[in-house]
């Protein structure tokens, strides 16, 4: 018996389009309809602007390609979305979406409108995710997998369509868009998982397709060193550090990566983070836990660690999830942290809590996505 692809769809399924990038729709043209390479690049261009500027979903809407085109491509090949599990909206607007990526396996996103420019997408790399951060409810869940592009891609695409945000004709208007910023830092890591990271935003950047410019997408990581430098040369990706604790004792607790990549390490990597400058900072994530990293000499100490480097700090108000071992801090405990950190000359601000209320806000993500072995899969997907 073949080894079944547990990412796959069903086997009767057409190869899905959607998520492919140029290069993929070139090969898909090239090797499917033996089409030489200016005319398979041709037809990878329709399709790329049909698929991502205009977010159709069905071949016959495409009307700058020949209608028989249009049938063989309907005949081989789909332009699925991901399954939409569970919408839900918060009272102050946030909507988080648990969707499905294969029989079993899912993932979780959220889209908070009026941050960034219009709204930002938090998308995921990862189902569960291998950190543990202590503070983090998505590290209490297992990894199942990496995502692949398409996928990520594909969480875009959905959030689009919710949206309705996909444009009749013409360019977009960015008066229009409601989706203006991507941000990852949704569920799992993704510097362990920067090829799909990095191939997705190729897709999300492209100018005729979503056109989101790369600098209002943001890649945030826990310290995954080595992985630093080659995401901004690939990527020219906004980058944001999951910090925490300003000592190495601290932070190996809180984030344990930091027994692997200390923060001394860390920093030089910031320091050294390709394009990093006034104009380009990189973000510090700093959550706000009662009594464990929220003192004015912790946030002394914040200041003199990040000296010299392009910086700004976000300051994370924890947010609850059951069974957690934290508290927040006070609002006024925050705010005398915020103020030591300005007046040093950072901007800090306090992130305000989104979605709570459906377990939506930073640190909250968590799919019910249970890692199956194969042969279990196996008997479910054979009726057995």
């Known amino acids: 018996m073949a080894e079944l692809d547990l990412n796959a769809g069903p086997a009767a399924a057409p190869a899905n389009l959607a998520g492919a990038t140029r290069a993929e729709l070139r090969a898909t043209f090239a090797d499917a309809f ?14 790329f602007r049909w698929i991502y500027h205009f977010g159709v979903t069905e071949f016959d809407a495409m009307t700058d390609i020949a209608k028989e085109m249009r049938g063989e491509l309907s005949a ?59 503070f983090c409810h998505t590290g209490t869940q ?8 398409a996928e990520i891609v594909g969480q ?33 890591e993704p510097l362990y998982n920067l090829d799909n990271v990095a191939k997705a935003m190729e897709v999300i950047s492209d100018g005729e397709g979503i056109s989101l410019s790369r600098r209002r997408i943001t890649v945030s990581t826990s310290g995954v060193v080595p992985q630093m430098a080659p995401l901004g040369e690939r990527t020219s990706a906004m980058l944001a550090i999951s910090l925490h604790a300003t000592n190495d004792d601290l932070r190996d607790e809180l984030v344990p990566i930091n027994r692997k990549y200390p923060l001394d390490e860390l920093l030089d990597a910031c320091r050294n983070y390709p394009g990093v400058s006034n104009a380009r900072r990189i973000t510090f994530e700093y959550v706000m836990l009662k009594g ?6 912790e946030a002394r100490d914040l200041v003199r660690l990040l000296k010299g480097i392009p910086a700004k700090i976000n300051l994370i108000p924890w947010n609850p999830w059951p ?38 806000a930073c640190g909250q993500l968590k799919s019910d996505s249970v890692k199956k072995r194969a042969s279990e899969v196996r008997r479910e997907a054979a009726g057995v």
């Not at 033996?34 to 399709?47: H, P, T, V, Y």
């Not at 979406?97 to 960034?116: K, N, Q």
């Not at 464990?292 to 000499?297: K, R």
């Open 34 to 47: 033996g089409l030489d390479e200016k005319k398979a690049r041709m037809r990878a261009n329709q399709l």
């Open 76 to 134: 081989r090949f789909a332009l699925r979305r991901l399954n939409m599990v569970e919408r839900q909206v918060s009272s102050d607007g946030t909507r988080k979406y648990l969707l499905e990526l294969s029989p079993g396996v899912e993932v979780e996103c959220v889209f908070i409108p009026d941050v960034g420019r219009a709204g930002a997408l938090c998308v995921s790399s990862q189902v569960g995710c291998t950190l543990n951060c202590t």
């Open 142 to 149: 297992a990894l199942v997998r990496n995502l692949t592009a």
């Open 156 to 188: 875009v695409l959905a959030v689009k369509d919710d949206l309705e945000e996909w444009p009749t004709a013409g360019p977009v208007d960015e008066r229009d868009r409601r989706l203006s910023n991507i941000v990852f830092m949704g569920m799992g």
């Open 292 to 297: 464990v990293n929220d003192t004015d000499a």
């Open 323 to 360: 069974g957690a071992p934290y508290e927040c801090s006070s609002w006024e405990r925050i705010e005398a942290f915020a103020d030591i950190v300005n007046r040093a000359g950072y901007a800090s601000p306090i992130r305000t809590p989104r979605g709570r209320d459906i377990a939506a």
